[in-house]
């Protein structure tokens, strides 16, 4: 009985073992991740869209300190307000994503269209 049990145990680590091995071996090259909050995959979406700037938020970022890599940093750790959202628009959607860490005081607002996410403005609060 205990010496089935061991073959029963050996079999399931080494299949299992093999299956670990199969995993890195088709996703280890990727850039295979899971973003399970729907924060987390909007974000993802929008970074992975052709960014644009609207004229005035173009001309915001010459006149102001604010530059791209702040805005890339919040559309990377930035938190979307859906409540204050418009998420169901059709055909594009618009969200409010609040910055983080050092851009805790800006507010983006981005336009997502098929293949194409729009800042439509950025605010200063506080």
């Known amino acids: 009985m205990i010496q089935d049990m061991r073959k029963r145990f050996s079999l399931y680590g080494l299949g299992f073992a093999i299956g670990i091995v ?6 280890g090259g990727k850039d295979a991740s899971c973003n399970w909050m729907p ?14 700037y609207t004229p005035a938020v173009q ?6 300190k ?3 890599a ?3 940093s ?7 307000d859906f ?6 628009n059709n055909p594009c959607r618009m969200y409010l994503i609040n910055g983080k860490k050092q851009q805790k005081n800006m507010v983006l607002t ?6 194409i996410a729009t800042i439509e403005s950025i605010k200063k609060v506080g």
């Open 70 to 72: 702040d805005i890339a």
């Open 39 to 52: 924060n987390a995959r909007m974000l993802e979406i929008i970074r992975k869209k052709q960014l644009n």
């Open 110 to 115: 981005v336009k997502i269209c098929d293949s």
């Open 22 to 27: 199969m995993v890195f071996f088709f996703l």
């Open 83 to 88: 409540s204050k959202s418009q998420t169901k």
């Open 59 to 64: 001309n915001t970022l010459q006149t102001t």
């Open 74 to 80: 919040i559309l990377t750790n930035g938190a979307i």
């Open 66 to 68: 604010i530059d791209s």
